[in-house]
């Protein structure tokens, strides 16, 4: 009998386990560490982020699906790894905190034959002094935050009815923050609502990023073949900016948010303030705090995570010029270079560098996109490391590992702002490959006929199919397994 | 005016037959289907 322990319930991880217990015979165990009771469709916290879905609409709890599909559900948060074991287990083991309330604070250890890191983000509000919903900005990264972001939104939406104008700020918090895509959607989520509560002409929406160009979304732009030209996606965002009359300032790192009002650094060098009465700013993101030790208890955290906390896996890590980054950079299996029973998916594997070319001020700030490994190609990696596993585990230890390089995966981003079959838009991006491969696609890095840009309802049609789609995937409904990633 | 406002205010902005082609229900429903090929198409070709 084997153990595969997954460290995370979010998109890759909960895909990882899913797959996973259908690949592998009722002999074999599948446990979940998380400490969350609740599944989240997080691209859909937009939504409750302007009052048009609410947190159980976004959410559901995993324990009854777990104990449908005879998955092990630990509610905990996962500490340690010992690949190892220790002195009185040969096996590996993974240390956790009870967050379970019956047990809550209590210690154990969960030993493992396979091990997938799917720990998602630990929301690094801590990086920019004053920034988070629970200091002087709002955030819409967890369903709560959503909500919180809400009930701020329907205050401006008073203060706008009364007359007063009203400065609302929409963007990342800091100048190595990711999900700008995420930032984006919102923003024109709320220039819609404010256009639908008739409170627009008040308001002043300014999005703030630390793109070096609008439309760079943390994957160095991308380049569409559209009516017969080529076009950038910088165009094609500034378009949108300015028909619906949205500010921006980019290349900015946020360096304080104080009440009402955030200062800022820009990549010239120059620093700057403004003054808010409302402001959603996304965190900049490090891997969870796990540590990692060896059999003798010797602390080797710092050879298995990046100095970012996210998991080392097969991707060439030397530190080379922005000229020399390649496709081939970027890891294939996930799988931990010195413990092959290891792998690290979705947002927790550590990336090579970046997508977006890196920048500094003059002053040493760092003021570019953290490249993006959210949603799709989470999805995908948390499928293909659950085959390798299952292949391991069914065929024996020989068996080849599967490949989801971001060099050789596309990926969708729709960004719909308001609900129901009418009135809704949207504008929805495709981009193949995420990971620009200029040996494939000496012009622009991207095959252009498959990345693409448009705008419309029909894009909004399917971002409401997705939402139904995947929380159906997501429950392991009839069917769940033929639905894509 | 900064760079990025003098770009934004360069940007070609939609016309009226573009607005009413991203609402027309009829001419959407051909770009929710092919959008969607698009996907699938991208989903099969990339994911291994």
């Known amino acids: ?485 | 005016m900064d760079e990025v406002t003098q770009s934004i205010a360069q940007a070609p902005l939609p016309t009226p037959k573009t607005l009413r082609s991203r609402t027309s229900v009829p001419y959407q429903l051909m770009r929710f289907v092919a959008f969607n090929f698009k996907m699938l198409k991208m989903v099969r070709k990339g994911h291994h």
């Open chain 1, 1 to 485: 009998m084997a153990r595969v322990v997954i460290l995370g319930a979010g998109i890759s991880g909960h895909t990882a386990a899913l797959h996973l217990r259908r690949q592998l015979k009722g002999e074999h165990q599948v446990t979940v560490v998380s400490p969350n009771a609740n599944w989240n469709w997080i691209p859909s916290n937009i939504w409750v982020g302007v009052g048009k879905m609410t947190t159980k609409q976004v959410t559901f709890p995993l324990a009854p699906i777990y104990k449908r599909k005879g998955i092990e559900h630990v509610q905990a948060k996962a500490v340690a790894i010992r690949p190892e074991g220790d002195a009185n287990c040969p096996k590996g083991l993974v240390d956790i905190v009870y967050t379970d309330p019956s047990r809550a604070g209590s210690t154990a250890q969960v030993d493992y034959d396979y091990l997938i890191v799917a720990t998602g983000p630990k929301l690094n509000f801590a990086a920019t002094p004053g920034l988070g919903p629970d200091a002087n900005s709002l955030s819409v990264c967890t369903p709560g935050h959503a909500e919180q972001a809400s009930a701020a939104l329907d205050a401006v939406v008073d203060a706008l009815r009364e007359g007063r104008r009203q400065t609302l700020v929409i963007g990342v918090g800091h100048g190595t923050c990711t999900c700008e895509g995420a930032a984006f959607e919102y923003t024109f989520n709320v220039d819609h609502e404010l256009r639908e509560r008739g409170v627009r002409d008040l308001a002043d929406v300014i999005y703030l990023s630390n793109e070096y160009d609008l439309g760079d979304f943390g994957v160095g732009g991308m380049t569409f073949a559209q009516n017969g030209f080529e076009t950038s996606s910088k165009l094609w965002t500034e378009s949108l900016f300015r028909e619906r009359g949205v500010r921006a300032i980019l290349r900015a790192h946020v360096e304080r948010v104080d009440e009402g009002v955030l200062h800022y650094e820009l990549l010239d060098g120059t620093k700057d303030r403004l003054a808010f009465d409302f402001a959603m700013l996304l965190p900049p993101f490090r891997g969870a705090d796990v540590q990692a030790f060896d059999r003798d208890g010797t602390e080797i955290t710092a050879e298995l995570f990046a100095p970012s906390g996210f998991l080392k896996v097969d991707a060439d890590y030397d530190q080379k010029p922005f000229e020399e980054w390649a496709a081939e950079d970027w890891p294939k299996t996930y799988q931990c270079p010195r413990y092959s029973n290891v792998f690290g998916v979705g947002i927790a594997f550590a990336p090579p560098h970046a997508i977006s070319q890196p920048r500094k001020s003059p002053n040493g700030t760092v003021i570019s996109p953290a490249p993006p490994r959210t949603g799709m190609p989470s999805g995908v990696m948390g499928r293909v490391v659950a085959r390798s596993i299952a292949d391991r585990i069914n065929k024996g230890a020989s068996a080849e590992l599967g490949t989801a390089s971001m060099a050789a995966m596309g990926a969708a981003c729709i960004a719909s702002a308001g609900m129901g079959m009418r009135k809704g838009t949207a504008a929805a991006m495709t981009m193949y490959p995420i990971v620009p491969d200029l040996t494939r696609f000496p012009r622009s890095g991207r095959d252009v006929y498959e990345t693409s840009g448009e705008i419309g309802l029909g894009a909004h049609w399917t971002k409401l199919m997705l939402h139904y789609l995947f929380l159906y995937k997501a429950k392991a409904r009839l069917g769940w397994h033929l639905i894509p990633e």
